[in-house]
């Protein structure tokens, strides 16, 4: 089975950048979407960002949307995302996942509460602090 790991995730003052990065062991799955979830202490995960790997369609969820950009590199293997002008409400264990969604089923997933993406990363810290 496909494993998932993140990188790239640390402490940062509000208003910085951060990128993080999900290298997936195996890329066959151009079929597939991939997203980025978070959850905070006391709080419901919830989705960020999802990305369909045969067309590259994208979805934003309103809370980061301006500000987060999720996108690929079908070659590494490799899912971004890239967080510009950080908040403490960002503050989070971020996770990427993989799941078997259709290309209009890829956006409407991530905002689903408790969605199955089948595959999940082990997820990383992202803090938001001065």
């Known amino acids: 089975q496909v494993q998932l790991e993140e990188s790239g995730g640390g402490s940062v003052q509000p208003g910085g950048s951060l990128r993080l990065s999900c290298k997936a062991s195996e890329y066959n799955y151009r079929q597939y979407c991939m997203a980025w979830f978070r959850q905070s202490s006391g709080k419901e995960r919830e989705g960020v960002a999802s990305i369909y790997i045969g067309d590259g369609t994208t979805y934003i969820t309103n809370p980061v949307a301006g500000r987060f950009t999720i996108s690929q590199d079908n070659a590494k293997k490799t899912l971004y995302l890239n967080m510009d002008n950080l908040k403490p409400e960002d503050s989070a264990m971020y996770y990427c996942?993989?799941?078997?969604?259709?290309?209009?089923?890829?956006?409407?997933?991530?905002?689903?509460?408790?969605?199955?993406?089948?595959?999940w990363g082990q997820g990383i810290q992202v803090t938001v602090s001065s």
């Open positions: 996942a993989l799941g078997s969604y259709l290309p209009y089923e890829c956006g409407p997933a991530i905002q689903t509460p408790g969605v199955d993406f089948g595959v």
